[in-house]
């Protein structure tokens, strides 16, 4: 099965972006915890580098990562910018001190955010923006989100996206304004919604439909959790089958899936990046995501 190698993110508006199809997450790029430092500074910024070097032209990256550590590592890996790159943030989220995750989603607190990312990446405007909705938040999904396209009208966002979201919630914000992407759980090992110690994960199954009768990128993170703990005897058979590592197989299903689907897995070893740029060179036949599924 031939994928195609490159994707447009909101290709019937004004300022379409075309990026390669294996994007990258910059989550594992900080400390334990998902908080503070990366342990191996150094080999963190030469991901970046690579990562552009090869084609990779979509990051993924949040404010709350670190905090603002992902961020201070992409300005200074890669600024200046190349044109093409794809800068990609989301906001509603923060930090506590004890490393807890907490909704950062009224009015004020995205425009924080919003500002928080543009002078950290040092850009006029983000291309993109995912809102993430975290579960037991007070403020209404339609305020926040009537928020996020009040800031793309004033010029501070150029797209927006909407992240960890349900059908219902997806479908009203298509009706508030132009979604151009969705970032939501998605793997082959897990596909539906669950809950980890980072709170509910809303499944990208669920909204897939969605995504690809309205030619919305799906961005799926968490691509390699497999809630059941379990080795899987069919992805092993597939990679033995190519030579390849069961997360490359997994990776090369994603893009297989759907041609609507922009993986974005995220390492923070120079070894397993260098791995996972390899999946989209493997051609997985009908037959294999038969057995896949």
């Given at each position: ?115 928080n990312n ?121 990679a033995q ?21 922009l993986p ?30």
């Open positions: 099965m031939n994928i195609t190698k490159h994707i447009i993110i909101a290709g019937n508006s004004n300022s379409p972006l075309k990026v390669s199809r294996l994007g990258y997450g910059t989550m594992r790029l900080t400390g334990e915890g998902i908080y503070g430092e990366p342990p191996r500074r150094e080999e963190a910024l030469q991901i970046l580098k690579q990562a552009v070097k090869n084609g990779v032209n979509f990051i993924d990256t949040a404010d709350y990562y670190g905090e603002d550590v992902t961020n201070r590592l992409i300005f200074e890996a890669l600024h200046p910018y190349s044109e093409d790159l794809v800068i990609c943030t989301k906001v509603g989220g923060a930090r506590k001190p004890d490393k807890s995750w907490i909704g950062f989603n009224s009015p004020k607190n995205l425009r924080t955010s919003i500002e543009l002078r950290t990446l040092r850009v006029d405007q983000m291309a993109l923006v995912h809102f993430r909705v975290m579960q037991g938040s007070e403020v209404p999904f339609e305020e926040s989100m009537n928020t996020m396209f009040e800031l793309q009208q004033e010029g501070k966002i150029l797209h927006v996206g909407v992240s960890n979201v349900d059908r219902t919630e997806l479908e009203t914000a298509m009706k508030m304004g132009k979604i151009a992407t969705v970032e939501n759980m998605y793997g082959r090992g897990q596909r539906t919604t669950f809950k980890s110690h980072y709170g509910e994960n809303r499944g990208g199954e669920e909204v897939l439909d969605i995504c690809e009768k309205n030619e919305i990128p799906m961005i799926p993170y968490f691509s390699l959790v497999n809630s059941l703990g379990k080795s899987d005897h069919r992805i092993k058979t597939i089958k190519y030579g390849a590592s069961e997360s490359q197989i997994n990776i090369a299903w994603l893009l297989h899936r759907s041609p609507w689907i974005i897995p995220g390492t923070s070893s120079l070894k397993h990046f260098e791995e996972n740029l390899k999946s989209a060179d493997i051609n997985l036949t009908s037959a294999d995501m038969d057995f896949l599924e």
